[in-house]
T-cell receptor, first 113, second 109 residues
């Protein structure tokens, strides 16, 4: 079975642009979470979706938004990009809730110039 | 105060040695605890869950002390392949995983 897949793997954007990152969870997993990992830090929680509904939101500005589709895949959108948005964006897939094992995708490395 | 605090290291340890990491968390109502491993430029992967009774998986032993709000990871007979960043992870409720900064470990031949 395929693991969590994210696309694209690498992305370079300029300040002010918008970006959409995509994630496909493991088959059968209904919960998808997004994390931002800045170099030298642990991942920081952005959003969690379960059964297409937002279940949690981290301390990120409104420029960050996300959604989950009927097939449980998810998109993370970031508007008006800032240099500080440069990071590895990780998608995590869990069967039900995050109390069970979370499987991470390989991430999307976003560079804002 | 950070929700989850870890010594960032780096820890440089000779092969075969025993190494221990500690982690503290601030939310006393936290319910689930994990250690994740992250290799350079890769995604985090679950190493082991941590239970109040303590648990062992081969060379790895994890302990949880709820009264003191800390979690530990012990690696015995360390291998070169153990070189990685070890992330302490705490979960409160069903919404999110809260990660520590990570502790970087390098095993020296």
């Amino acid at each position: 079975d395929a693991g969590v897949t994210q696309s694209p793997t690498h992305l370079i954007k300029t300040r002010g642009q918008q970006v959409t990152l995509r994630c496909s969870p493991i088959s059968g997993h209904k919960s998808v979470s997004w994390y931002q990992q800045v170099l030298g830090q642990g991942p920081q929680f952005i959003f969690q979706y379960y059964e297409k509904e937002e279940r949690g939101r981290g301390n990120f500005p409104d420029r960050f938004s996300a959604r989950q589709f009927p097939n449980y895949s998810s998109e993370l959108n970031v508007n008006a990009l800032l240099l500080g948005d440069s990071a590895l964006y990780l998608c995590a897939s869990t069967l039900l809730t995050v109390n069970t094992e979370a499987f991470f995708g390989q991430g999307t490395r976003l560079t804002v110039v | 105060r950070k929700e989850v605090e870890q010594d960032p290291g780096p820890f440089n340890v000779p092969e075969g040695a025993t190494v221990a990491f500690n982690c503290t968390y601030s939310n006393s109502a936290s319910q689930s605890f994990f250690w994740y491993r992250q290799d350079c430029r890769k995604e985090p992967k679950l190493l082991m869950s941590v239970y109040s009774s303590g648990n062992e998986d081969g060379r790895f032993t994890a302990q949880l002390n709820r009264a003191s709000q800390y979690i530990s990871l012990l690696i015995r007979d360390s291998k070169l392949s153990d070189s990685a960043t070890y992330l302490c992870v705490v979960c409160f409720g069903n919404e999110k995983l809260t990660f520590g900064t990570g502790t970087r470990l390098t095993i020296i031949p």
